[in-house]
Every structure is written in C-alpha cells, then in structure tokens.
C-alpha cells in the first residue's frame, strides 16, 4: 500500500503552495521518490516505497484521478471500456465509472481506493473498492477536502473520537466510518462520495446485504464451484514468480491456498510455485499448528519457514515504538508483524496470501435456527436447536434463547440480557456510556438489530461489511503487499448463497470447503473439526508483565480523558496480573489502547517493558 494525499479546492480556487503534512514528514524522509500532481484545484503527493508499490495517476478528459489501484481482472475490465492496453488500472477503474455508473464499479474486481477531480463539474468523487481492501479517509475544511490513505496524516492534535474508543472498548474494533481523530472519517467499503461546494453525497453502489442464501445445489456442485473460484482468486493474487509467498498457520483456510497454489502449479495454470509459506507456531497451550502445516509442506514439498509467535507487548522495550496509523488489537503485537515481514523480505518475497476470510462467511452461524422459529417452521427449529446443543455440548435452553428469543427482544431488554462475554466492562465511567451510547453500540446488539426472519443472512452479511477493520496494512509493509484470496468478490458473493447445510453441521466445520479440498488438501486437516487455542500467550503475558500493567494504569490517558475509571481498571489489570482476571479480551482492548495513546502522546516508557525467557513456562496456567 501506498502513502499518498490530496488536497482538493471544491470551489476550484488554485492552490499556490501546499506543505507537506505533519504526521507524512518521516515517511519522506526515508523514501527515496516523491510523486506529485499539482493541477490548479487539485495538489497531491504520495510516496514510492519501492517500485511494485506507487500511487497511481490517471487522466481522462478534463478528470484527474491519483490513489491506489490494483484490478483482478484487468482484460474484462479493459474489454469492457474498449480501453488500450497502457491504460493503467485506475485509468480503468474511472472509466468504468464514468460509462457505466455504479454497474462498472461493481464489476472491478480488486483493492482501490482514491480520489476523483473533475473540474468542470467542480466535484470531487472519493471511491473505495467493494471490501475495503484498501483504506481511504477524508477531512472535510469549508470549501476544500483533504483525502489520504492514512488516517494520521489528517490528525490535528490529539482531538480523539469518544465513539470511536467506545467501540474499540466493547468491540475491539469501530464499526462505522469514525477514525479515532475527530474530524477524519473512512469512506465505507464499496462505497463512493460525492462532494460539491456545498454538498457531501454518500452512495453505495455494493453491499453484502444484497446476498443471501437462494436454491438449493448439491455438495458436489457447490463445492466444485468454489473450488474454481478460488482458483481464479489464487490466478489474480499470484505474481507468478517465487516472489509470493503465503500464510501456512496449519488450518483449513491458509493450507487450502497452499496446497491449491501448489496444485494450479502441477496442473500447468500457474508458472510458478510459491516461494515460501510462513507458519507462526506458539508452544504455550494447545496453539501447536505445527504438526498440521508440517502435513502440508510433506505432500506438496513447499518451501516453510516457521516463527515462534511473540507475545502482548514484547519489543516495546523502546521508547521510540511508532504509533500505527490507529489503534487495532495488532498493534500490541506487531513485533510479530514486524519479523514476519522481515522474514518474507529476506527471501525475496513481496506479495504474501493472507488466508483471512472463511471464519466470517463459511463458519458456523447459528442464526438460520431462529430465522426457521419466525416462519412458523418450530419443529425444523427444534430439531436443529436439540442437534447443535447436543454437538456442542450446551444447554438445549441456552441456545434455544440465544438464538431463538434474544433476537426477539425489544432493545432494552436486549442490553439488559446481553450475553455475558460481550456485556459492558465495568471500567468504562457511567457518564462516558450514557453520553456516547456505548451500550446500544456493543456488537452482539448490532448484529441482530435487523428484520426478524432475516438474521442469518443480515449477520453474515454484517460481518463481511465490517471485515476491513481486521486489515492492518500498515503494521505490515515495507516492501510486502498482503492479498487476501478469499476475498475475491466473486467467491464471496457466491458463497453468501449458499444454504446453512453446505457452510457448517455439527464436526464439520467449512463444509463446502473442505470438500472442495478433496485430493488437494491433505486428510488430516480436512478431518479437522477445531483449531488450536489462542488466548493462552496473552493470559500468560498479562500475568508475567505486572510492571508494565502497572504502568498503563498508574495515570491513564484514557481516564484523562474522562473514558474508563482509573481506580476499577488499575483493580482489574492487578486481579490479571495474578492469573486471577476474568474476560480477558475487553481488558486487552482497553489496554491496548492505552498503549497506542501513550506511545503517541510520547509517554511510553519501554524500560518497564521487560523482555524475558519464554522457555520458563513451568507455571503457566493453560485455561480448560
């Protein structure tokens, strides 16, 4: 991903200098080209880090277009605008928009992200591609918008965004377009936005919301189906050279892009294997993947070098840590980002295949069950209630309310029976939760919040909108661009039609998956029916760090800013610290984000960050 940003004068007044933002300076420092635009309304800039990731310029007519942009299938988009062949990706991609309003937007397939003059019009249209693969943000000045690819870029000061902590507190991610700086928004994925002198139009010309479950196919058609799709998706990411690289963690997802790469290269389709395959084991607990991606690399003879995963807050022993661009639950963790991709880069890797994707829209959803109680269909319902409960080994009534009657409730009562892992920390002052409602914004509300007979589909639906949030890109660069495969649009919006029987049944997990991996994927891991424990290196961290709880708590930031109460959460942290601590995931949200704060306030202290041995596990609690 590129660094780029662009000043637009709505009113179509000239700019005669612009300098260069504040939070950018360093970055341009330690690049070695700067490429610019400056048309009479219009300054931009953006920063080469190598020559595979640039920002892109396109002119058509009187419009200027700068940002990212990176198609997947370039020749039908090409074929389709009757465009030359040196027109660059974005060049397409604007006269897509531009002949065929938002219908040629839907059927650009890729990451894109920028923005869009247009003097005659005076407009300024910012478009962002269908996923959010790429980010794009915008601050908005009278008459003039800054737009950037970095949020940061745009900050002025430390003015942060309540709502958007809120969510990260009860969440661990924001769900609507907030940037932690007041001021600064994302444009939602597939969306674009229009902006004149004095207007500001949004428009979405794609939502997941559009798909949901329709025919009936068999197993062996659906999963044929989504065996070629992702075969296309692996076509379009591949570089075709021993530059890419991939994720091998030992689950489903990442060895099924393994081993499907490795096969395309037997079968002729791709000219190259992969150069490597990364797998970031843990040893503490049962996170051991290693016997499942060692399974892979024995079939297939792939390349694989393995990295014991690091733990919360391990390398932050500097006092000079950057900030990520905002705060995200990887930031506490990116020294393991940061080896990674040093790893990748030393064996000449530059493009990685995530395998992010499945566990949001091929995993277990529970919510058709509920969905077959409002259409009058009980017997069905209780059925499939009493043959999850029993798989599962819960209570038949658990799940009967959980998936039948919470989504029935009214929205106080909905908050007041708000299932116990996503409930309010008790640490969050009172005043903060009623003036920004942070209750009504807690997820497990959310999700359900749509039409009954419609939460299975609107839940899938909800998570693959909010999906983008989970990318980092800028915790991982420098020379490596991630590409997430199974978010090739046309593979998810197929398989958010398929039925609930051909995603998930009881010990059966992905199941249109895994049998689409029949003979690709080795038996053992298309046995699998779980994946290994995560959660026990954090615990472990929490108790073994006191000195650095101690210092997050001692005068935090977030209650300088009248968010958390001090004296409950410096409580909760020491009841962790002792391998005492309840709910782990909200304290970690809230403590890593104090973190970020204090490292971009120039606070941090990494002395009080200590590095030990992580052989010495003779005490580790392992939680059942």
């Not at 005076?122 to 000045?141: C, E, F, K, M, N």
């Not at 892979?296 to 919360?312: K, S």
């Not at 968010?563 to 410096?570: F, G, H, K, M, P």
Request: hydrophobic share 40%.
């Amino acid at each position: 991903m590129s660094i780029f940003v662009c000043h637009v004068h709505l009113a179509g007044d000239p700019f005669d200098e612009l300098p260069i933002p504040l939070g950018l300076r360093p970055a341009a420092a330690e690049n070695e080209e700067l490429v610019t635009i400056h048309d009479p309304a219009l300054v931009a800039w953006g920063y080469v880090r190598d020559r595979h990731e640039r920002p892109s310029i396109a002119r058509i007519g009187s419009c200027v277009a700068f940002g990212d942009a990176r198609l997947q299938n370039r020749q039908e988009v090409a074929s389709r605008v009757c465009s030359t062949e040196s027109t660059n990706d974005l060049g397409l991609i604007v006269e897509a928009l531009q002949r065929h309003g938002y219908t040629g937007l839907r059927t650009c397939f890729g990451a894109f992200a920028f923005v869009l003059w247009d003097p005659k019009r005076q407009q300024a249209v910012l478009v962002r591609d269908a996923l959010g693969l790429q980010p794009l943000y915008y601050a908005r000045h009278g008459n003039q918008i800054v737009v950037s690819s970095r949020a940061s870029a745009l900050a002025v000061g430390d003015d942060y965004d309540e709502e958007f902590i809120g969510d990260l507190l009860v969440n661990g991610a924001n769900l609507d377009s907030r940037t932690v700086y007041r001021g600064v928004h994302a444009v939602p994925p597939g969306s674009l936005i229009t902006f004149r002198e004095r207007a500001e139009t949004p428009s979405a010309y794609w939502s997941p919301h559009e798909f949901g479950p329709e025919g009936n196919p068999s197993l062996d058609d659906a999963a044929d189906h989504l065996r070629s799709l992702l075969s296309d998706a692996l076509l379009a990411d591949h570089t075709g050279t021993t530059e890419t690289w991939a994720a091998l963690s030992g689950g489903i997802d990442s060895s099924a892009i393994v081993c499907l790469c490795e096969w395309l290269t037997r079968a002729g389709r791709l000219p190259s294997s992969l150069g490597g395959t990364a797998s970031i084991y843990d040893t503490i607990g049962k996170a051991d993947e290693r016997m499942y991606s060692n399974a892979v690399v024995a079939l297939y003879g792939v390349p694989n070098e393995q990295l014991e995963g690091g733990w919360p807050w391990q390398g932050f022993d500097d006092d000079m840590i950057p900030p990520s661009d905002q705060p995200c639950g990887a930031f506490i963790v990116r020294h393991t980002f940061v080896n990674l991709a040093a790893l990748v880069r030393q064996h000449g890797g530059r493009v990685y295949l995530s395998g992010l994707g499945p566990d949001h829209y091929l995993s277990e959803n529970l919510n058709y069950i509920g969905d077959l109680a409002v259409r009058g269909r009980l017997w069905k319902a209780g059925h499939e209630l009493l043959r999850w409960s029993v798989a599962k080994r819960r209570s038949v009534w658990r799940t009967a309310f959980r998936q039948v009657l919470y989504p029935m409730l009214p929205r106080p009562l909905a908050l007041r029976y708000t299932p116990t892992p996503s409930a309010m920390p008790p640490w969050l002052r009172q005043d903060f939760v009623r003036r920004c409602g942070v209750d009504a914004r807690l997820q497990s509300v959310r999700r359900v919040a749509g039409p009954l007979g419609r939460q299975y589909r609107d839940s899938i639906a909800y998570d693959i909108r909010h999906l983008s949030q989970q990318l980092h890109p800028d915790l991982f660069e420098n020379g490596i661009t991630t590409r997430y495969p199974y978010l090739y649009q046309p593979l998810l919006e197929f398989a958010l039609t398929l039925p609930p029987h051909l995603r998930c049944q009881p010990a059966m997990p992905k199941r249109a998956l895994t049998h689409a991996m029949r003979g690709v994927l080795p038996e053992l891991i298309r046995g699998r029916t779980g994946k290994g424990a995560t959660g026990t290196r954090a615990t472990w961290a929490l108790e073994y760090q006191r000195d650095l709880l101690a210092q997050l708590t001692r005068d935090p930031i977030l209650a300088q800013l009248g968010l958390v109460d001090q004296a409950a959460l410096r409580r909760r942290a020491a009841f962790a610290s002792r391998g005492r601590g309840q709910r782990m995931l909200p304290l970690l949200s809230t403590l890593t984000i104090e973190t970020w704060l204090q490292v971009r306030a120039g606070r941090w202290r990494g002395s009080a960050s200590h590095s030990f041995d992580i052989g010495d596990r003779t005490n580790v609690r392992v939680p059942a």
